[in-house]
Protein backbone atom coordinates (compact mmCIF):
# COMPACT_ATOMS: atom_id res chain seq x y z
CA UNK A 1 0.00 0.00 0.00
CA UNK A 2 1.39 3.11 -0.97
CA UNK A 3 1.55 5.78 1.77
CA UNK A 4 -0.11 9.04 -0.13
CA UNK A 5 1.90 12.17 1.11
CA UNK A 6 0.15 14.33 3.84
CA UNK A 7 -0.05 18.33 3.11
CA UNK A 8 -0.97 19.29 6.39
CA UNK A 9 2.30 16.57 7.94
CA UNK A 10 4.27 19.00 5.00
CA UNK A 11 5.58 15.33 3.96
CA UNK A 12 7.93 15.11 0.74
CA UNK A 13 9.03 11.47 0.64
CA UNK A 14 12.65 11.30 -0.19
CA UNK A 15 13.62 8.93 -2.89
CA UNK A 16 17.08 9.60 -4.12
CA UNK A 17 19.29 6.75 -2.43
CA UNK A 18 22.34 8.14 -3.61
CA UNK A 19 21.32 11.06 -1.80
CA UNK A 20 20.34 9.18 1.34
CA UNK A 21 23.39 7.47 1.06
CA UNK A 22 25.42 10.72 0.92
CA UNK A 23 23.70 12.04 4.15
CA UNK A 24 24.50 8.60 6.12
CA UNK A 25 27.97 8.94 5.30
CA UNK A 26 27.97 12.67 6.35
CA UNK A 27 26.23 11.53 9.62
CA UNK A 28 28.44 8.35 10.32
CA UNK A 29 26.49 6.97 13.30
CA UNK A 30 28.02 4.35 15.33
CA UNK A 31 26.49 2.20 17.96
CA UNK A 32 27.84 4.14 21.04
CA UNK A 33 26.12 7.08 20.02
CA UNK A 34 22.14 7.81 20.58
CA UNK A 35 20.85 8.75 17.38
CA UNK A 36 17.15 9.94 17.23
CA UNK A 37 15.49 10.82 13.61
CA UNK A 38 12.81 13.22 13.54
CA UNK A 39 9.74 12.53 10.97
CA UNK A 40 11.06 8.91 9.79
CA UNK A 41 8.36 9.26 6.96
CA UNK A 42 8.49 5.70 4.99
CA UNK A 43 12.51 5.10 6.16
CA UNK A 44 14.30 6.82 3.25
CA UNK A 45 16.34 7.53 5.63
CA UNK A 46 15.53 5.18 8.96
CA UNK A 47 16.54 1.77 7.20
CA UNK A 48 19.67 2.72 5.70
CA UNK A 49 20.96 4.51 9.35
CA UNK A 50 20.17 0.86 10.75
CA UNK A 51 22.68 -0.71 8.19
CA UNK A 52 25.30 0.99 10.17
CA UNK A 53 23.72 0.81 13.58
CA UNK A 54 21.74 -1.45 16.25
CA UNK A 55 19.49 0.45 17.58
CA UNK A 56 17.68 3.93 16.59
CA UNK A 57 15.16 6.22 18.11
CA UNK A 58 12.57 8.21 16.20
CA UNK A 59 9.79 10.33 16.28
CA UNK A 60 6.69 10.19 13.99
CA UNK A 61 3.73 12.20 14.88
CA UNK A 62 1.50 10.49 11.55
CA UNK A 63 0.06 6.93 13.12
CA UNK A 64 0.09 5.35 9.71
CA UNK A 65 3.46 5.86 9.40
CA UNK A 66 4.37 4.24 12.69
CA UNK A 67 1.98 1.08 11.55
CA UNK A 68 4.47 0.58 8.93
CA UNK A 69 7.76 1.00 10.68
CA UNK A 70 6.66 -0.99 13.10
CA UNK A 71 5.35 -3.73 10.36
CA UNK A 72 8.91 -3.51 8.50
CA UNK A 73 11.22 -2.87 11.23
CA UNK A 74 12.43 -5.51 13.90
CA UNK A 75 11.32 -4.36 17.88
CA UNK A 76 14.70 -4.56 19.55
CA UNK A 77 16.20 -2.35 16.69
CA UNK A 78 14.31 0.95 16.71
CA UNK A 79 11.98 2.70 19.58
CA UNK A 80 9.14 5.06 17.99
CA UNK A 81 7.85 7.63 20.21
CA UNK A 82 4.76 8.69 19.07
CA UNK A 83 4.50 12.06 19.66
CA UNK A 84 4.93 16.09 17.68
CA UNK A 85 8.69 17.09 17.50
CA UNK A 86 7.77 20.52 18.52
CA UNK A 87 6.49 19.05 21.91
CA UNK A 88 9.02 16.34 22.39
CA UNK A 89 11.64 16.31 25.34
CA UNK A 90 14.64 14.87 23.43
CA UNK A 91 16.63 15.17 27.04
CA UNK A 92 14.86 12.29 27.93
CA UNK A 93 16.65 10.41 25.54
CA UNK A 94 20.27 11.76 27.02
CA UNK A 95 21.15 8.94 29.43
CA UNK A 96 24.23 8.97 31.28
CA UNK A 97 25.30 12.37 30.39
CA UNK A 98 25.69 11.42 26.96
CA UNK A 99 24.40 13.53 24.24
CA UNK A 100 22.26 12.54 21.61
CA UNK A 101 22.56 13.37 17.76
CA UNK A 102 19.58 14.66 15.86
CA UNK A 103 18.95 13.62 12.00
CA UNK A 104 16.18 14.64 9.65
CA UNK A 105 14.78 15.66 6.44
CA UNK A 106 12.66 17.88 8.16
CA UNK A 107 8.94 18.90 7.07
CA UNK A 108 9.41 22.39 5.79
CA UNK A 109 6.32 23.76 7.53
CA UNK A 110 7.73 23.09 11.26
CA UNK A 111 11.62 23.50 10.23
CA UNK A 112 11.90 26.65 12.01
CA UNK A 113 9.94 26.65 15.31
CA UNK A 114 11.73 22.92 15.48
CA UNK A 115 14.87 24.64 15.43
CA UNK A 116 14.24 26.90 18.32
CA UNK A 117 12.54 23.84 20.47
CA UNK A 118 15.80 22.02 19.76
CA UNK A 119 17.74 25.21 20.60
CA UNK A 120 16.15 25.25 24.31
CA UNK A 121 17.27 21.61 24.50
CA UNK A 122 20.52 22.29 23.56
CA UNK A 123 22.69 21.35 26.10
CA UNK A 124 21.98 17.61 25.55
CA UNK A 125 22.78 17.52 21.95
CA UNK A 126 25.81 16.25 20.56
CA UNK A 127 25.06 17.50 16.51
CA UNK A 128 22.49 17.91 14.30
CA UNK A 129 23.04 16.72 10.79
CA UNK A 130 18.85 17.98 8.57
CA UNK A 131 17.82 17.98 5.37
CA UNK A 132 15.98 21.79 5.00
CA UNK A 133 14.72 23.57 2.77
CA UNK A 134 17.26 25.52 1.03
CA UNK A 135 16.20 28.79 1.79
CA UNK A 136 16.27 28.01 5.08
CA UNK A 137 19.54 26.58 5.69
CA UNK A 138 21.12 29.71 3.72
CA UNK A 139 19.34 31.57 6.19
CA UNK A 140 21.38 29.08 9.16
CA UNK A 141 24.80 30.00 7.32
CA UNK A 142 24.19 33.33 6.41
CA UNK A 143 27.33 36.36 7.34
CA UNK A 144 25.93 39.51 8.44
CA UNK A 145 25.91 41.73 5.50
CA UNK A 146 24.10 39.62 3.26
CA UNK A 147 19.94 39.25 3.01
CA UNK A 148 20.04 35.98 4.76
CA UNK A 149 20.97 37.04 7.53
CA UNK A 150 18.43 37.32 10.60
CA UNK A 151 16.77 36.08 13.44
CA UNK A 152 17.66 32.71 12.41
CA UNK A 153 20.82 33.35 11.86
CA UNK A 154 21.66 35.08 14.83
CA UNK A 155 20.20 32.85 17.19
CA UNK A 156 21.34 29.33 15.87
CA UNK A 157 25.20 30.52 15.61
CA UNK A 158 25.57 32.08 19.17
CA UNK A 159 24.93 28.03 19.87
CA UNK A 160 26.18 26.10 17.06
CA UNK A 161 29.01 25.92 14.36
CA UNK A 162 27.13 25.70 10.99
CA UNK A 163 28.17 23.78 8.08
CA UNK A 164 26.53 23.45 4.59
CA UNK A 165 27.03 20.19 3.36
CA UNK A 166 25.09 19.76 0.01
CA UNK A 167 22.57 20.62 -2.37
CA UNK A 168 19.52 18.36 -3.06
CA UNK A 169 17.03 19.03 -5.61
CA UNK A 170 13.18 18.72 -5.80
CA UNK A 171 13.56 15.46 -7.86
CA UNK A 172 14.70 13.97 -4.92
CA UNK A 173 11.43 13.70 -3.36
CA UNK A 174 8.22 11.94 -4.17
CA UNK A 175 5.73 14.10 -4.36
CA UNK A 176 8.56 16.74 -5.80
CA UNK A 177 8.59 20.12 -3.38
CA UNK A 178 8.50 23.56 -5.34
CA UNK A 179 11.85 24.50 -3.79
CA UNK A 180 15.29 22.85 -3.03
CA UNK A 181 16.32 21.87 -0.14
CA UNK A 182 20.25 21.47 1.34
CA UNK A 183 22.05 19.44 4.17
CA UNK A 184 23.44 21.20 7.08
CA UNK A 185 25.27 20.21 9.65
CA UNK A 186 24.97 22.11 13.30
CA UNK A 187 27.53 21.65 15.95
CA UNK A 188 26.50 22.77 19.35
CA UNK A 189 29.37 24.91 21.10
CA UNK A 190 30.35 23.27 24.63
CA UNK A 191 31.94 26.83 25.28
CA UNK A 192 29.77 29.38 23.58
CA UNK A 193 32.37 31.88 21.39
CA UNK A 194 30.13 35.24 22.50
CA UNK A 195 28.33 34.67 25.44
CA UNK A 196 25.16 36.70 27.28
CA UNK A 197 24.36 37.64 30.29
CA UNK A 198 20.64 36.94 29.78
CA UNK A 199 19.65 34.90 26.88
CA UNK A 200 16.07 35.79 27.01
CA UNK A 201 17.27 39.52 26.54
CA UNK A 202 19.44 38.71 23.80
CA UNK A 203 15.99 36.99 21.72
CA UNK A 204 13.98 39.73 22.91
CA UNK A 205 16.92 42.15 21.46
CA UNK A 206 17.23 40.37 18.40
CA UNK A 207 13.50 39.57 17.49
CA UNK A 208 12.69 43.18 18.08
CA UNK A 209 15.47 44.30 15.80
CA UNK A 210 14.50 42.15 13.02
CA UNK A 211 10.86 42.86 12.83
CA UNK A 212 12.31 46.22 11.72
CA UNK A 213 15.35 45.04 9.58
CA UNK A 214 14.96 48.17 7.17
CA UNK A 215 15.16 50.23 10.48
CA UNK A 216 18.05 51.26 11.97
CA UNK A 217 19.21 49.60 14.87
CA UNK A 218 18.84 53.06 16.81
CA UNK A 219 15.28 52.88 15.89
CA UNK A 220 14.46 49.53 15.84
CA UNK A 221 15.43 49.43 19.74
CA UNK A 222 14.67 52.94 20.78
CA UNK A 223 12.44 50.66 23.00
CA UNK A 224 15.32 48.99 24.67
CA UNK A 225 18.29 51.34 23.92
CA UNK A 226 18.93 55.11 23.25
CA UNK A 227 21.72 56.28 20.59
CA UNK A 228 24.18 56.67 23.33
CA UNK A 229 23.73 53.12 24.93
CA UNK A 230 23.92 51.57 21.57
CA UNK A 231 27.19 53.12 20.45
CA UNK A 232 28.43 52.85 24.10
CA UNK A 233 27.67 48.75 23.26
CA UNK A 234 30.40 49.08 20.53
CA UNK A 235 27.56 49.11 17.91
CA UNK A 236 27.31 51.74 15.35
CA UNK A 237 23.46 53.33 16.18
CA UNK A 238 23.11 54.10 12.34
CA UNK A 239 23.77 50.46 11.22
CA UNK A 240 21.22 48.32 10.04
CA UNK A 241 20.49 45.13 11.86
CA UNK A 242 21.44 42.96 9.39
CA UNK A 243 24.57 44.49 9.00
CA UNK A 244 25.62 43.64 12.79
CA UNK A 245 27.10 40.34 13.47
CA UNK A 246 26.36 38.13 16.64
CA UNK A 247 29.14 39.70 18.68
CA UNK A 248 27.50 43.19 18.26
CA UNK A 249 23.65 41.82 18.91
CA UNK A 250 25.40 40.20 22.06
CA UNK A 251 27.04 43.40 22.63
CA UNK A 252 23.74 45.13 22.76
CA UNK A 253 21.94 42.82 25.05
CA UNK A 254 24.27 42.48 27.54
CA UNK A 255 23.74 46.19 27.73
CA UNK A 256 20.40 45.81 27.92
CA UNK A 257 20.69 43.54 30.71
CA UNK A 258 23.16 45.35 32.82
CA UNK A 259 21.33 48.74 32.80
CA UNK A 260 18.16 47.10 33.67
CA UNK A 261 19.74 44.96 36.81
CA UNK A 262 21.12 48.48 37.52
CA UNK A 263 17.52 50.31 37.46
CA UNK A 264 16.69 47.39 40.10
CA UNK A 265 16.32 48.41 43.82
CA UNK A 266 18.35 46.11 44.97
CA UNK A 267 16.09 43.25 46.91
CA UNK A 268 18.90 41.03 48.18
CA UNK A 269 18.64 42.71 51.79
CA UNK A 270 14.88 42.35 51.78
CA UNK A 271 13.03 39.60 53.97
Excluded at 14 to 38: C, F, G, N, S, Y
Amino acid sequence: MQHQARKRFGQHFLTDTALVEKMVRAIAPTDEQIVVEIGPGQGALTLPLLDRIQHLQVVELDRDLITELERRIAKQRITIHSADALKFDFSSLAQNGQRVRVVGNLPYNISTPLMFHLLDQVDVIEDMCFMLQKEVVDRLVASPGTADWGRLSVMIQYYCQNDYLFFVPPTAFSPPPKVDSAVVRLTPYRQLPHPADDVDVLRRVVAQAFTQRRKVISNGLKSFLTSEQIAAAGVDPGLRPDSIGLAGFVSLANQVSRLSSAAQPDNHHAG
